[in-house]
């Protein structure tokens, strides 16, 4: 009886092994590109949909956490740029599409954190512009589209965290207001909403733009 109930339970483990087995091959989830060979995983993280692909964040021994692209198959997944170049981390985060170009924030060793875009290309990815000189980190932001310009909190090494606005371009990227000139505004957590069909970024400083 005891032999009988090991079989019995020998053959049901097959059979869900079976089971699940098909499961997996039958799956809409499939992995179509490993970018971090064995089990340490590259950690994609950061979707965002632009101009056709999906950029997101991602982590591989050779070029550390960097910006990558796909369409879904492991052709056009793909490396954009190494960022902070070697294995050291990029980290870009805070995708935000507008007006041909993706906005985020990244992080070199010569520049620290500071604001980036790019076109979907490795020419096109570059500094928009080094908030806090030097190796000091500006920690910009927060990006929110609103009337024409993207809008985020950055710390420029004079002024405190405060309100930023930029069209794309080093020149027209620039202080909006110091919201506290004795102090730092930290207009970090940037949300855009709509009252009366009128745009305005409400920030938790009670500040309204």
């Not at 049901?12 to 179509?32: M, R």
């Not at 980036?116 to 920690?139: F, Q, R, Y």
């Not at 009337?147 to 020149?171: I, K, P």
């Amino acid at each position: 009886m005891r032999r009988s109930g090991l079989r019995l339970v020998g053959a049901l483990v097959a059979l869900l092994g079976a089971l699940a087995a098909s499961a997996v091959a039958d799956s809409p989830i499939k992995l179509f590109k490993e970018i971090n060979n064995g089990p340490d995983g590259s950690t994609p993280q950061g979707f965002t949909l632009f101009n056709g692909y999906l950029y997101f964040q991602a982590n591989d021994p050779v070029t550390g956490a960097e910006l990558w692209r796909t369409q879904g198959d492991a052709a056009s997944t793909t490396l954009i740029k190494d960022i902070n170049p070697g294995p050291a981390d990029g980290s870009p985060a805070g995708f935000t599409p507008f007006n041909g170009l993706m906005y985020f924030s990244a992080h070199t060793d010569a520049l620290g954190y500071e604001p980036w875009v790019t076109d979907g290309t490795e020419a096109g990815t570059h500094l928009l512009m080094d908030i806090n000189p030097g190796s000091a980190s500006s920690n910009a932001g927060g990006f929110q589209v609103l009337n024409g310009a993207v809008y985020f909190a950055a710390y420029d090494g004079v002024h405190g965290t405060e309100l930023w606005r930029s069209d794309g371009t080093a020149a027209g990227t620039g202080l909006v207001k110091r919201m506290f000139p004795y102090g730092e505004g930290h207009p970090r957590s940037i949300e855009c909403t709509c009252k009366r069909a009128t745009s305005h970024l409400w920030l938790p400083t009670r500040w309204v733009l």
